[in-house]
């Protein structure tokens, strides 16, 4: 353990079948504090055995209840606290991702300097954006304005008493799990910034156009059921991404196709001519932000076509909501 260690800080460090991915990700992380705790989801390639051999103490997750993220972090949470009860801060970090040298330091100090701020992050960015065309979408989701946001990814350094007062994560939430998170500790009049420096590299390690299908059809999972727990509240979260679902990926073309008989397929090219507005709007839109003309493409041309997954994701949901099931974790990477 490097004498440099944040004592401060703990870290909670989550994966499934990361592969040389965790090694990086908890090489990092001990590296920079005292307390390192990997959560492991039933993981087959000796993540547990590895996290072990650094020093990490390991959470193996009971197989007997459903795994998500969410329940992976909460539980390291609790361990970490139970290790340091004299810890303030919580960093989690998945098990694909290597935290930035100094990062740990920097949020700490954001969070230290501000009391009203429970939740702080920084940029993530993909190791290898050129690996793929996925992987440089991953990337360019990745790009936000720093300052002052409604909600940040799974990667973040919260205060250990905002993480209490709010309950965690819900464990029953399976994707979007930190939005819904950040719902709730903005509403405790939390608030949550986005630091203009960097915090991590990401490996989405996304080589087919099948690992995108089920990612996007998560999101679309995701869309559903955090509108359901927030929508209906006064920011009305995710309602806007749910209903326009619901219009691109379901309405107007299940609307196109019933009008083809009557209009000699003029629906479907009147469908198509909507469909290319709707890229060149978001085109637009993201070419503002000063990206490449290049990127902009691919962001708008993966946007339009998410709806498809997307809605299938949120019919899933919904099927599954009106049966009284519980959500199914939905995994789109494989075994690295």
């Known amino acids: ?28 992380a001990i590296e920079g504090a005292s307390t390192v705790v990997y959560v492991d989801s039933g993981s087959s390639d000796g993540s547990a055995d590895f996290a072990r051999s650094l020093g990490c103490v390991v959470v193996e997750l009971d ?30 970090v998945d098990g694909d991702c290597a935290l930035v040298e100094g990062w740990l330091r920097q949020g700490a100090a954001a969070l230290g300097a501000a009391d009203d701020v429970g939740i702080v992050c920084g940029h993530v960015c993909e190791i290898d954006p050129q690996a793929s065309i996925y992987n440089r ?16 990814g799974g990667i973040f350094m919260v205060r250990a008493e905002v993480f209490r007062a709010v309950g965690g994560f819900r464990a029953d939430v399976i994707a979007a799990e930190d939005d819904e998170l950040c719902v709730r500790v903005r509403s405790r009049g939390w608030k949550i910034l986005l630091l203009d420096t960097p915090m991590a590299g990401h ?16 999101t679309g999972h995701a869309y559903g059921q955090v509108a359901d727990l927030h929508g209906n509240s006064e920011e009305r979260y995710f309602a806007r991404e749910r209903r326009r679902i619901w219009i691109w990926g379901l309405v107007l073309p299940a ?5 083809t008989p009557f209009t000699y397929a003029i629906s ?18 993201v070419l503002r932000r000063g990206w490449h003309a290049g990127d902009c493409w691919i962001y708008a041309f993966f946007t339009v076509i998410s709806r498809f997954p997307g809605i299938l994701g949120l019919l899933a ?6 049966r009284g099931q519980a959500p199914a974790p939905m995994e789109y990477k494989g075994k690295s």
């Open 268 to 285: 479907l090219a009147v469908l198509l001519c909507a469909y290319m507005a709707q890229l060149v709007h978001i085109y637009r839109g």
């Open 137 to 152: 979408l991953c990337d360019l989701e990745w790009r936000h304005a720093p300052g002052e946001i409604e909600a940040c």
């Open 317 to 322: 949901y919904d099927w599954r909501k009106g």
């Open 255 to 259: 609307a196109a196709l019933c009008l």
């Open 1 to 28: 353990m490097s004498p440099s260690s944040n004592r401060k800080v703990a870290i909670v460090a989550i994966g499934r079948n990361e592969g040389e991915r965790l090694k990086s990700c908890l090489r990092r």
């Open 203 to 218: 490996d989405a390690a996304m080589t087919r156009f099948s690992q995108w299908w089920r990612r996007a059809r998560r």
């Open 63 to 92: 197989a007997a209840r459903p795994f998500s993220a969410a329940r992976a972090r909460n539980e390291g949470f609790a361990c970490a606290m139970e290790l340091a009860p004299d810890a303030k801060f919580i960093q989690f």
